[in-house]
């Protein structure tokens, strides 16, 4: 009877201790009704600011970016971010490069900044272009949909 009283309390208490409440953190000024967005990948920077990608046209109330955007760890869109035109489709994949902190961004679209880059390009820290890297004709025919170092 004893073991089977102090499994009972063991089992009670566990279940205590592993109940978990979960509350929204209002300091992250996300606002949903006001943003036309499809994240497909984010990364948090060591400096706690956010990048995503997507699909989205505008973020927040008074803002417009394009398929790619980095957000302040409020949650407000970072004003120091140049967010890049990118045309002709999404943004699938991003990888955030630690040696540089550049973006490297994979999907569908066909140019950045006003440039071919047919699926593949790389951005610079603060989200302009990265003119020096080339990936020749791009992907051709199709999109990439995954990154990895």
Do not use: C
């Not at 302009?128 to 170092?149: K, V």
Request: hydrophobic residues 45%; glycine residues 12%; aromatic residues 8%.
């Amino acid at each position: 009877m004893r073991k089977l009283l102090l499994g009972a309390a063991l089992l009670w208490a566990s279940a205590s201790l592993m109940a978990q409440s979960y509350v929204r953190d209002n300091l992250f000024n996300y606002n949903l009704p006001t943003a036309s967005i499809n994240v497909r990948d984010l990364a948090v920077l060591p400096d706690k600011k956010i990048l995503i990608a997507g699909e989205f046209h505008t973020y927040g109330s008074s803002f417009s970016y394009s398929k790619v955007q980095r957000l302040l760890p409020t949650g407000a869109p970072d004003p120091s971010f140049v967010s890049p035109a990118i045309a002709g489709g999404r943004v699938n994949a991003m990888l955030v490069q630690p040696w540089d902190g550049g973006v490297v961004i994979a999907g569908a679209f066909t140019t950045v900044a006003g440039v071919s880059r047919r699926g593949i390009a790389r951005l610079n820290p603060d989200g302009s272009l990265d003119a020096s890297f080339s990936p020749g004709t791009g992907i051709a025919g199709g999109y990439a949909g995954d990154l990895i170092i």
